[in-house]
């Protein structure tokens, strides 16, 4: 174990810190955006901004996980140019019909520290007008006199105690609320920078569809993100834990609200953890993609969901099974069912003839 440590270390002090000192150094151009791991291959954006990783889902870089030093220049070069702010309010009015519409579903209070934190992270959005829509899936409410007055809360009461929870279910209710063009499907669980949301609907109105720009998940520890939650470190106190890289589907990802309904929404056979991104990622490809990553987002620490390491869990193998059909038979199919609806996912309930039809 010593000797394997010995020689990352040496490995990475050879062989990657030529790399990532000039990278991390350079102040005039954000050069520490084409940053990643050995053997890895980055496709630069058309217009020189951002980049997307030759190969699927992302991965996490190795070098700032051997010398944690890294991690936290790369994380302050990055905040520096997207930092992170927290507002009680959004800056532009609310009486404005948005123009971008924050999804986020949500269950329980084990996450309640995280979702406050990453409301007031949107709530400091400029340059575009926003809202933001938390579908509470849950048998009662328990977060009616917790969030914001400007946040819009949905709450659609489990069909059963004992249904998982359903992502997909709470992204389709939450899409047939939105008032904004561009959704954001957005985790409860991840801080987004100021000029997330316009630089967003900046791809929009130059003719994207769909828009993907995490370049870098700052993963933070337990003990950072709870004394972040107290007040008592601030968010760039302390290395990450990890940094991944171009991570695709899930965490957030913008949309059209015309796309999302052409491609028929999420899938809400995915009751349960993990796949239903996957699968809508590769869907999505059908629309007007820019992939091309050029920000920071920052992942809370939580516990592992269940069923995550679950070698048998069904939802991965739903989306493994899925892959196998051509896309277009997947949309044409879910074009052709309803969702959202507020009697439960699709997964789970069986709808009658009348909603059938």
């Given at each position: 174990m010593f000797l394997q440590k010995v020689r990352s270390l040496l490995g990475v002090v050879v062989k990657d810190l030529p790399r990532y000192l000039p990278a991390l150094i350079r102040t005039r151009r954000a050069g520490y955006l084409a940053l990643c791991n050995r053997g890895e291959r980055l496709l630069a954006a058309p217009n020189g901004v951002g980049f997307r990783c030759d190969w699927a889902w992302g991965s996490d870089l190795h070098a700032p996980k051997i010398v944690p030093l890294l991690g936290s220049v790369l994380m302050r070069r990055a905040h520096a140019d997207h930092p992170v702010v927290s507002a009680a309010l959004p800056a532009a009015s609310q009486t404005l019909i948005p123009e971008v519409s924050f999804v986020i579903g949500h269950r329980g209070v084990t996450r309640m520290p995280h979702l406050l934190a990453t409301l007031g992270s949107i709530a400091a959005q400029v340059g575009v007008s926003i809202e933001c829509i938390v579908v509470e899936q849950?048998?009662?409410?328990?977060?009616?006199?917790?969030?914001?007055?400007?946040?819009?809360?949905?709450?659609?009461?489990?069909?059963?105690?004992?249904?998982?929870?359903?992502?997909?279910?709470?992204?389709?209710?939450?899409?047939?609320?939105a008032r904004g063009e561009l959704l954001i499907?957005?985790?409860?669980?991840?801080?987004?920078?100021?000029?997330?949301?316009?630089?967003?609907?900046?791809?929009?109105?130059?003719?994207?569809?769909v828009v993907n720009l995490k370049r870098f998940l700052f993963y933070l520890s337990q003990v950072h993100s709870e004394a972040l939650f107290s007040g008592r470190m601030d968010l760039l106190s302390r290395p990450p834990e990890a940094i991944t890289q171009n991570l695709e589907g899930g965490g957030s990802v913008a949309i059209t609200r015309d796309g999302y309904a052409r491609i028929g929404g999420m899938d809400e056979r995915f009751v349960g953890w993990g796949g239903e991104d996957n699968e809508f990622w590769e869907r999505a490809q059908s629309l007007a993609v820019w992939p091309y990553a050029s920000m920071p987002l920052w992942h809370l620490w939580h516990a592992a969901q269940p069923g995550k390491q679950d070698t048998a869990n069904q939802t991965l193998q739903l989306a493994r099974e899925l892959s196998a059909v051509d896309p277009k038979a997947r949309i044409a199919r879910l074009s052709s069912l309803p969702n959202g609806l507020f009697a439960g996912p699709l997964g789970w309930i069986k709808p009658s003839r009348e909603i059938l039809t």
């Open positions: 849950d048998t009662e409410s328990r977060l009616a006199d917790q969030l914001p007055d400007w946040v819009r809360l949905i709450h659609t009461p489990s069909p059963a105690a004992e249904m998982p929870y359903c992502r997909s279910w709470a992204f389709n209710i939450g899409a047939k609320h499907l957005h985790d409860n669980d991840l801080l987004v920078p100021v000029d997330y949301a316009a630089a967003s609907m900046a791809k929009v109105r130059s003719g994207y569809e």
